[in-house]
């Protein structure tokens, strides 16, 4: 699928699926290697871009489950000199804001930031969807059953597809209601979901084209992963790599990973299989 966004204002164009590089500016992302502070991050940032990210998504508050919640302005403390300090170094990368409460976001864009990523599809902030379209960035929302503190309690569906697709469809039509322009959609992998609900909806993400909206796809070095091969998030990129391939190859236009060189790669091969094809 081929991605054009308005950037506030400047409009930006992808060819065929791009790779999101994650910066996390918190102490306990579960992904130690993701963690950065602001003396190493724009090195960080400099890396990614240069090993073909063509956006990075920057974080100041963990979401991993049973994660506790930091205030509003820990959050800011944390985000915003790192988003500052990688847009001055970099100033025409795409960069993401991952946050769901609308202020952050306000601040966020003001520093630099031009997408935004919330992983409660506006349900944890009111005044979310109306923040995003004033701001008039592009708007990634993800499915989340429950909260970062809640999301792994046993979580149950009916149909987890059905269910999944069914939710985004519908914060979808109250984005587009309240004037956002450009959405993606993310199935949540890993947020209110087991092991089985991950892998039948990695196995279903072509239902998630019907949408016609990029799918973004976020198993980098997951439980889903680790869990059946009995390894940690540090010994996860091969199958993490594995899952970007499957996942490419079953329609996601948006990677977003820990480690970009190898996304890239799988990116370039699962293309050249595609043109082999036609």
């Known amino acids: 699928m081929r991605i054009t966004w308005n950037l506030r ?22 992904h130690a290697g993701s963690r950065f502070g602001a003396d190493a991050v724009v090195d960080q940032a400099g890396r990614m871009l240069e090993e073909g990210a063509a956006m990075l998504d920057v974080g100041g508050m963990s979401t ?17 000199p790192i988003l500052q300090a990688i847009h001055s170094a970099f100033p025409d990368a795409t960069l993401s804001v991952d946050s769901y409460r609308a202020e952050v976001v306000r601040q966020a864009v003001q520093a630099g930031a031009s997408v935004v990523n919330d992983i409660s599809a506006g349900a944890l902030d009111p005044d979310m969807l109306a923040t995003v379209a004033a701001l008039k960035v592009p708007y990634i929302m993800m499915h989340m059953k429950g909260t970062p503190a809640t999301m792994q309690r046993a979580p149950h569906y009916e149909d987890v597809r059905r269910e999944v697709l069914g939710h985004l469809s519908s914060r979808m039509q109250a984005a587009r209601s309240a004037g956002i322009a450009d959405v993606a959609i993310d199935p949540g992998f890993g947020f209110g979901k087991d092991l089985h609900h991950n892998y039948a909806l990695l196995a279903g993400l ?6 016609d909206a990029p799918v973004l796809v976020g198993v980098s070095r997951k439980r889903m992963i680790c869990g059946p091969l009995g390894i940690t998030a540090e010994d996860a990129l091969n199958g993490s790599t594995v899952l970007h391939t499957i996942a490419l190859m079953k329609g996601a236009s948006i990677l977003r990973v820990h480690d970009v060189r190898p996304a890239v790669e799988a990116v370039e091969l699962v293309r050249q299989l595609s043109l082999a094809s036609s």
Do not use: H, K
């Open 9 to 30: 204002g400047t409009l930006r164009q992808w060819d065929g699926p791009m790779v999101m590089g994650i910066l996390n500016a918190t102490p306990d992302s579960f």
């Open 64 to 80: 991993r489950p049973g994660s506790a919640e930091v205030s509003p302005t820990e959050e800011m403390d944390r985000l915003l």
């Open 206 to 211: 072509t239902r998630f084209t019907v949408l």
